[in-house]
């Protein structure tokens, strides 16, 4: 990251106390933190930007935002990815209005500065208004993003130059990650299309909401619950054989019983489908993989990127300011799937985590008034409670890489996203932010390691 | 949406007013959340179908309104929409209570004959309203194309289309049928 981004440091640490168990609420609604974040978090972080299955041919783009910057996300003829600036160096126009299509050109509405789908500039209206001299145009292309990179089909896009790798910045969630992108061969596509919709909150609500938070479920949920599962309530938590981990601020909360959150999507159709590939499964990811997909379970990749596996909504959450964040979802399933099974599954998430849906509908008016009674100024200086299972670390987990924490009812992995959410904030630059978890997969496929005990055999 | 051409052989005066009626009290029953007696309307091969539209340019010939396997915000059988309001009959879906208070403006009826004697297509446009707890407000406002298919003396919905204007759902929920 250029030095001269980061400003003076304001001092994080006080915002955040994880071994109290506590966060300052100011981190929810002050401009000047979050000002700080798109600075220090959104343009120094490794940030999905699109799905492989959503660009898969030369030309194919997409627009999305990194932070609140937009940017274009463009296939090229060689299959690469490349990730540049929406907006022109001339005047600073977008230069893409669509949310998605396929371009050989994007051209600026205002003087006709055109850029190839690589992003560089071809020309522009009337070029003969500019001297030999004026304008190098090999250097006045769109401005590309620093590192692109992808891991089983999610493709992730880094501003900072100075970034650790993909690799090191998913660390061992990719063992997790796997779960969801990896439990069938052919790996995953989304559905294609995309839901939008816009919560007056702060972005983070919603982001720990699905990192950890299986506690709102059986209360804020009930109705939804009760709604897609002939009215009975959310399913009792087994405290002993239920999880939080966490990697790099990335989290995983889950059970293990494997049927939870299938049963919620309401599709016994669904359901057939995923007892009837869970013993290859088992073959290819191990048991306890196999166990967690499907079970109660809720999953965020820091900074903003969410989703639940089994159920299949996969959501990324944008910062509009302190006070509003944009919500994208999208339905993700297995490429193998027939075509039925992922009607049904698109289906079954639309009626559940849609804007619309049975679920989803309770959980935008908790977020929007737990950000705007921070706009009194004596209530934004009382802090949250966070403390929930902070005894329940689990060390030396046989299995589980990760912080692990016993107990799918915890505030753990909560705690350790606002741990790296100041570690981020307070490092000078991306070598700076401490490793809570060193590890221990680095170089290797996780597919072939069914946990942490198979690593001295080198996997299957 | 289809656009017809216009037809040789007109729709009644008395079927137009009849099927304005169904219209005008089916927007007065999701007013009031009337759901039961909504759901009597709607018949049991019901399709009710409201996609996602991206932004794309013109040139761009993805049918996002004819793909049905494509992201909807519905796109239920009748079986789905129950299970959704379900959800209210729990007591304790939060976010409804206290209660959205609702307003549905139906406008631009227009009735085609169909070439099923007892299936007419009937276009509309809509303005959906919400307020709720002390300024919380939303209007959703799009067309539908819609089948309705005589039932005794009445008719029942078969079928609607739904296009909503927004690209970015500019609020937190849904929790309106449109």
Redesign the interface.
């Known amino acids: 990251m250029n030095a001269n981004l980061i400003q003076k440091t304001m001092g994080f640490n006080h915002l955040v106390d994880i071994k109290e168990g506590w966060v300052d609420r100011r981190i929810f609604c002050e401009q000047d933190i979050y000002e700080q974040e798109l600075y220090r978090i959104f343009a120094r972080s490794w940030l999905f930007v699109a799905h492989d299955s959503q660009i898969p041919n030369p030309g194919d783009f997409l627009t999305t935002t990194m932070g609140e910057d937009g940017v274009i996300v463009s296939r090229q003829k060689d299959g690469s990815v490349k990730v540049f600036l929406n907006s022109c160096p001339h005047r600073g126009n977008k230069v893409c ?7 050989r050109r994007f051209t600026c509405n205002y003087h006709g500065w055109s850029f190839d789908s690589a992003g560089s500039l071809m020309g522009m209206h009337e070029e003969y208004c500019y001297d030999p001299g004026d304008i190098d145009k090999s250097t006045h292309g769109l401005k590309q993003v620093a590192h692109v990179d992808s891991y089983k089909g999610l493709i992730f896009a880094n501003f900072d130059p100075d970034a650790r790798t993909l690799e090191e910045w998913l660390g061992d969630f990719r063992w997790y990650l796997d779960i969801l992108l990896d439990n069938e061969e052919g790996g995953t596509e989304l ?11 702060n972005w983070k609500l919603g982001v720990e909401n699905f990192i950890g938070d299986a506690y709102h479920a059986g209360w ?1 949920h ?3 619950a ?3 599962n002939n ?1 009975e309530p959310f399913p009792a938590v087994d405290m002993e054989n239920s999880f939080h981990a966490s990697v790099n601020g990335h989290g995983w909360e889950f059970g293990l019983e494997g049927m939870g959150d299938l049963v919620l999507l ?1 599709r016994p159709k669904v359901i057939e489908y995923y007892q009837k590939i869970r013993p290859d499964m088992a073959k290819r990811l191990g048991e306890m993989r196999s166990k967690i997909f499907g079970s109660v379970a809720s999953a965020s990749i820091f900074p903003n990127l969410s989703f639940l596996p089994g159920i299949s909504t996969f959501r990324q959450w944008h910062p509009k300011g302190p006070w509003k964040f ?1 919500l994208k ?3 993700i399933v297995n490429k193998a799937m027939p ?1 039925d099974i ?2 049904e599954i ?2 079954g998430v ?2 559940t985590f ?5 679920f ?9 008034n737990c950000t705007t009674v921070n706009r009194g100024v004596v209530t934004r200086q009382e802090r949250l409670h966070y403390r929930c299972g902070i005894n329940r670390q689990v060390d030396d987990h046989p299995v589980l890489p990760g912080l692990v924490y016993r107990g799918q009812y915890n505030d753990a992995n909560q705690r350790n996203f606002y741990q790296h959410w100041v570690d981020m904030m307070e490092a000078p630059t991306a070598k700076d932010i401490p490793y809570r978890w060193e590890p221990k997969f680095g170089g290797l496929e996780t597919r072939d390691f069914p946990g942490l005990d198979g690593l001295e055999k080198g996997g299957k | 949406m289809t656009n017809g051409p216009v037809q040789a052989e007109a729709p009644s005066i008395e079927l137009i007013m009849s099927l304005q009626q169904v219209l005008y009290r089916e927007a007065r029953l999701m007013d009031a959340e009337r759901y039961s007696e909504w759901v009597e309307m709607l018949a049991d091969d019901l399709h009710y179908f409201m996609p996602g539209i991206e932004t794309r340019y013109r040139r761009d010939k993805t049918d996002q309104v004819g793909d049905t396997t494509r992201m909807a915000y519905y796109n239920d059988t009748l079986d789905d929409l129950k299970k959704r309001l379900r959800r209210l009959e729990t007591g304790t879906a939060w976010s409804e209570d206290p209660a959205t208070r609702y307003t549905h403006l139906i406008t631009n009826i227009e009735v085609e004959l169909t070439d099923q004697d007892d299936q007419f297509r009937v276009y509309s446009n809509f303005l959906a309203y919400r307020n709720r707890n002390e300024r919380d407000q939303d209007t959703l406002i799009g067309n539908r194309e819609d089948i309705w298919r005589r039932k005794g003396s009445s008719y029942e919905l078969l079928k609607r289309t739904i296009i909503l204007k927004q690209n970015v759902l500019l609020s937190k929920n849904l929790n309106v049928y449109l």
């Open positions: 209005f669509a949310d998605a299509g396929n371009a559905i294609g299309g995309c839901i939008k919709s816009e919560i007056n909150a804020t009930d109705s939804g009760r709604a897609m009215g309401g944009e979802t999208w339905v075509d992922k009607d698109t289906k639309m009626q849609g804007p619309g849906g049975s989803e509908m309770d959980d935008g008016e908790n977020w929007e």
